[in-house]
C-alpha cells in the first residue's frame, strides 16, 4: 500500500497535456490537483519496470496489489524519482491485514475479506441521543452507519458482527435498540428513490418543529430541519471580523428623532443603502426613499438619526429577507415604512411573542 502525502497547492501551475488556459482559469485547486495526479500516475506507472497488479487512488491514499517476487521497495523509488515535489510513503500488511480509509482488508487462504476500520483513537461518542438536535438528524447518524457495515462487510458474519458492535456503541451514546433497522439499508433506499415529495427546510425548535412536521406528513410534504444556533457558529469565525456598516443581505432599522422608526431589507452592504437614503434627504427626492418623504413632508423635529442605525437580522435569500422584514415591522405602532409582503396572520402570536422577548 502507498501512501501519499497531501499535494501542496503548487501543482496547479505545473503545465498539463490537453488543457487549456480557459479550463485552467476555471478549475478549483482541488480538481487541479486530482487532474494532476492522474497524469502522474499514467506517466510513473507507464515507466515502472515491474507494475503492480490493481492500483486504486483516493486522494492522497493509494492501494496496490503487487505480485511479484522482487521487493516493492524498488517501485516506491521509481515513483519518487519522478517529480522531488511529489514523495509517497508506503505502508506494508501487517498480520496479513491493512487498512485503506475505513475499510480493514484482510488476506485469508479464499482470498480478501473486507469490514469495517476504526483508528485506535475512535472513542465511540457519537451526537447524543438526548441532545437538542432533530430526530432525523439522529436516525441518519445510525442507518449512515448501518449502510457502512453493510456496504462494507464482505460477508454475512462480519456484518452481523460490526451491528452488534454498533448497538452497543449507539447504546452508550442513548439512543434506543428500535433505531437500527432490521431491514437493509439499501432496500429502503430503493423504495425512497422512487418517491421525491416537496421538501421544505425549517430552523429546529424542540415541541414546535414536530408539530409542523406532523401536518405536512399528511399533504406528502417532506420536512428537513436545521440548527440554527450551534456552538460552530458562536465560537468560529473563518473570516475576520469586517464593520457592520459593510453587511450584505440584512434587515436594517433607522430612527427618527420624533420616535418613529424606519425598517427595510437590503441585499447591498448597508452602508450603501444608508447613503442611498441620505442623499434623497438631501434632494428631497420623496418618490425614491420613504425617509425622504417622511422628513420633507413634516419638516419640524423628524430627523433621521444616522448614527444610530442598526442591523436587526440577517438573511441570505431574498425570500427569506422580505419574510423576516415582515415580521419585524409587525406590531409596531411606530413604524413608517410599510410590509413589502403578506403574511399569514396565523404566525402572528408566534412573532409577537418573539419581538416581545
Known amino acids: ?103 480493514l482488508i484482510s488476506r485469508t487462504e479464499h482470498g480478501f475479506k473486507t469490514s469495517v476500520y476504526r483508528k485506535p483513537t475512535f472513542t465511540g461518542q457519537y451526537l447524543n441521543f438526548n441532545s437538542h438536535h432533530p ?51 439499501n432496500s429502503i433506499r430503493e423504495e425512497n428513490e ?16 414536530e408539530k409542523i412536521q406532523r401536518i405536512c406528513a399528511p399533504y406528502n410534504i417532506r420536512t428537513v430541519f436545521k440548527s440554527e444556533s450551534t456552538l460552530r457558529r458562536h465560537l468560529v469565525r473563518v473570516k475576520p471580523r469586517m464593520e457592520e456598516n459593510m453587511t450584505k443581505n440584512c434587515i436594517y432599522a433607522i430612527p427618527y428623532s420624533c420616535r418613529k422608526v424606519y425598517k427595510g431589507e437590503t441585499c447591498r452592504p448597508l452602508k450603501v443603502r444608508v447613503e442611498e437614503h441620505r442623499k434623497a434627504v438631501t434632494k428631497g427626492e420623496t418618490e425614491k426613499s420613504g425617509i425622504a418623504n417622511h422628513v420633507w413632508m413634516e419638516r419640524e423635529d423628524h430627523r433621521p438619526l444616522w448614527d444610530e442605525v442598526r442591523i436587526i437580522n440577517r438573511e441570505t435569500l431574498w425570500k427569506g429577507r422580505k419574510l423576516k422584514e415582515t415580521a419585524h415591522m409587525l406590531g409596531h405602532n411606530n413604524l413608517l415604512s410599510k410590509p413589502s409582503i403578506e403574511l399569514n396572520a396565523i404566525w402572528t402570536p408566534l412573532i409577537e411573542r418573539e419581538n416581545l422577548e
Open 1 to 103: 500500500m502507498l501512501l501519499c502525502k497531501p499535494l501542496p497547492p503548487t501543482f496547479v501551475c505545473l503545465p498539463l497535456p490537453d488543457l487549456t488556459c480557459h479550463l485552467l482559469l476555471y478549475m478549483s485547486p482541488t480538481v487541479m490537483a486530482n487532474v494532476y495526479m492522474g497524469y502522474f500516475e499514467d506517466m510513473a506507472l507507464g515507466s515502472a519496470p515491474l507494475k503492480p497488479t490493481m492500483w486504486l487512488r483516493y486522494v492522497d491514499d493509494t492501494f496496490i496489489l503487487w505480485p511479484h517476487q522482487e521487493d516493492i521497495q524498488a517501485l516506491l523509488d521509481h515513483v519518487n524519482s519522478i517529480r522531488p515535489s511529489i514523495q509517497f510513503t508506503m505502508e506494508k500488511e501487517k498480520d496479513n491485514q491493512l487498512a485503506f480509509l475505513d475499510i
Open 194 to 209: 422512487t418517491k421525491k415529495p416537496p421538501t421544505v427546510c425549517l430552523p429546529y425548535i424542540r415541541g414546535i418543529s
Open 135 to 185: 430526530y432525523s438528524i439522529k436516525h441518519g447518524i445510525a442507518r449512515c452507519l448501518q449502510h457502512r457495515a453493510e456496504t462494507i462487510s464482505s460477508d454475512t458474519i462480519t456484518y452481523h458482527q460490526e451491528m452488534v458492535r454498533l448497538k452497543n456503541t449507539l447504546c452508550h451514546n442513548n439512543y434506543p435498540d428500535s433505531i437500527l433497522s432490521t431491514r437493509r439499508v
